[in-house]
């Protein structure tokens, strides 16, 4: 499509949006990629709408102009999912970023699309509630974002996923009409889950405006904890015991040695070099003291070294910075590199079968990938740092990746606990899917007959 053809298109989206429309290069490369090594063409366009009205609008100037349309929210993904293709309209949505309600007695908020999570939560300590929302992917996404990814990240393995955690949504679909679906009710038994087919559909099935989320009381005591263990299995083997015994952990991850070196070297860290796990224990003040010490007892069984405790919440951010820098530490251990990432996640009882299978994988690596993983949940991933534009490396990056797949599918498992499709994982989509892909095929021709919503990703 040239420049001529879109005219009319940037006339319509101008006069609508005025300086909120944006057809400048920089503008354009800084919405044309996400965290990935996952690389498109630029947008011709970035609109920046502030309401639902205006997102309807962009949508039916699309719809006119046949133009694919690929939403945005903060750019933290990792599977290629906000990459842009020739022609596409991105519509980015931090400018809709106004939470619209808190409602501390029903523990509820509905906020626009845009709101990050840190965001929220620095709102919700502002107003003086005792509440958080407590999806944590680590980066400070929006919580559009996570929802069109079905986040989750290091607390999961307490507060669930988004599925867990989202009431209700706006969203605009593929015609422009603007449509609610779920509520404020706790449970509901009205017709088909519309909101859960959002949660995870990736930008592929209309554009979520606004979100209403379950809140979570803060824990009356927080402790945390790191311990190194003296291999991979002994550390898996104790939180596999853990989560049998149900105590309250509300994080528990695991770093294997490669990534504690270069968590050391990137933050000046002095942690022993080893399979490391950092631990978080929530609840009341008697019940993190007693889950702590049974941690401590069943991980000292299963050989570790000695728990480096935190319970003031400065130390407990400085002994966690470790776990949040180690993406970005991973990469820095070949400055420059760009990140090739997998997720895979397995029924717990066989994680440890499943890291050992891995690990022995990628000892025939060239460019020595990193493992860590919300552990808890059985997921775990594993980070190849490589130098852009070489693609003998990720083409080995690939290879391996596809392999893990293979063995997280024969154990029962799924090719992404968290991370999604987007370009990168969409051949294992068929793998661990086969013909129930061509009924998800079926709801995105339903509800985008023109494949105009973030066209070419989920599906090859
Ligand atoms: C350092 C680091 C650590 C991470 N750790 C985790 C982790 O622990 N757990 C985890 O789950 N993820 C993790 N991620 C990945 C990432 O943060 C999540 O996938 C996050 O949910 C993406 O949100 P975003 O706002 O950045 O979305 P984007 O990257 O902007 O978009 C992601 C997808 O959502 C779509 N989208 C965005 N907004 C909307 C909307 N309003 N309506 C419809 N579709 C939309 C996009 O089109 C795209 O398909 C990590 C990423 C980084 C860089």
Partial sequence: MNQNDLKPLHKALCTLLGTRFSTDSTVRD?????ASYHRGTLPDAVAFPKTNAEVAE???????HNVPIVPYGTGTGVEGAVVTSEGALCIALNEMNRILRVSPDDRDATVQAGVTRLQLNTHLTAIGTQLHFPVDPGADAS?????????????AVKYGTMLDNVLGLTVVTADGSIVHTGGRARKSAAGY????????????????????????RLPEAVAAAVCAFPNIAAAVDTVIELIGIGIGIARIELLDE???EAVNRYAGLTYEVAPTLFFEFHGSAHTVAESSEVADKIAAAHGSGDF?????ENQRKKLWQARYDSYYAALNRHPGSVGYVTDVCVPITRLAECIARTKALLEKSSVIPSILGHVGDGNFHVVFPLEPDNNNELAEAQQFSHQIVDIALEMGGTCTGEHGIGIGKRKALEKEHGEAVDLMRAIKHALDPLNLMNPGKVFL
Avoid: N, P, Y
Wanted: charged share 25%.
């Fill in 308 to 312: 480096r405790w935190a319970t003031d």
């Fill in 193 to 216: 889950d519309l909101t859960r087919l959002f949660i995870g559909s990736e930008g592929t099935l209309g554009i979520i405006t606004e979100i209403t989320v379950k809140l979570t």
């Fill in 58 to 64: 962009i949508v039916k100037i699309c719809v006119k």
């Fill in 143 to 155: 919580l559009g974002g996570m929802v069109a990814t079905r986040a989750s990240g290091t607390s």
């Fill in 258 to 260: 490669r990534q504690m």
């Fill in 30 to 34: 800084a919405h044309a990629r996400d």
